[in-house]
T-cell receptor
Framework: NAGVTQTPKFQVLKTGQSMTLQCAQDMNHEYMSWYRQDPGMGLRLIHY???????DQGEVPNGYNVSRSTTEDFPLRLLSAAPSQTSVYFCASSRSAGENTIYFGEGSWLTVV | GENVEQHPSTLSVQEGDSAVIKCTYS??????FPWYKQELGKRPQLIIDIRSNVGEKKDQRIAVTLNKTAKHFSLHITETQPEDSAVYFCIAGAGSYQLTFGKGTKLSVIP
């Protein structure tokens, strides 16, 4: 199993550009989520999904969209990038929403200039 | 919502000494308390967890204690080694989407 795979690992965007961070898992996990990590802030939940076709907002959803058309994939879209979205993004999954152990992808380092 | 406070934010210990990181939480409904370790430039990885029906759990040099009444839990690392140097996060919550992270503790083990 590859686990949770994220792409790209590094990306530089200009303010106003859009992009999609890809996330895929091959563990047949129902629950997937996106976090952002900023210095001194821990990890904060952006969006999550408890299954295909179902998504919901986390703590910091503004400026981001998600969709979950398949169990395996959970892309995160930045519609119009802003410098405040410079961060490290982690995709994560777990067997179900009630299964607490979450597994993280390797992270995507995003810089918005 | 849940609020998790983690202390200290940085911790330096001599190799072989013990390290203790403490967290408090606010929501009495929280019933799951994992700890994640994140090495520089890497993903967070689960090192130990405890559920609300257990007061203490141990795994080799790592132990976690939970005091539900006081709403605090702690990570204890004994006989620290340089490879223990990392950022450690405490988490409190219920379901996977109800997990709140502490802000992290940067542990440095000095050889």
């Amino acid at each position: 199993n590859a686990g949770v795979t994220q792409t790209p690992k590094f990306q530089v965007l200009k303010t106003g550009q859009s992009m999609t961070l890809q996330c895929a898992q091959d563990m047949n996990h129902e629950y997937m989520s996106w976090y952002r990590q900023d210095p001194g802030m821990g990890l904060r939940l952006i969006h999550y999904s408890v299954g295909a076709g179902i998504t919901d907002q986390g703590e910091v959803p503004n400026g981001y969209n998600v969709s979950r058309s398949t169990t395996e994939d959970f892309p995160l879209r930045l519609l119009s990038a802003a410098p405040s979205q410079t961060s490290v993004y982690f995709c994560a999954s777990s067997r179900s929403a009630g299964e607490n152990t979450i597994y993280f992808g390797e992270g995507s380092w995003l810089t918005v200039v | 919502g849940e609020n998790v406070e983690q202390h200290p934010s940085t911790l330096s210990v001599q190799e072989g000494d013990s390290a203790v990181i403490k967290c408090t939480y606010s929501d009495s409904a929280s019933n799951y308390f994992p700890w994640y370790k994140q090495e520089l430039g890497k993903r967070p990885q689960l090192i130990i967890d405890i559920r609300s029906n257990v007061g203490e759990k141990k795994d080799q040099r790592i132990a976690v204690t939970l005091n539900k009444t006081a709403k605090h839990f702690s990570l204890h690392i004994t006989e620290t080694q340089p490879e223990d140097s990392a950022v450690y996060f405490c988490i409190a919550g219920a379901g996977s989407y109800q997990l709140t992270f502490g802000k992290g503790t940067k542990l440095s083990v000095i050889p």
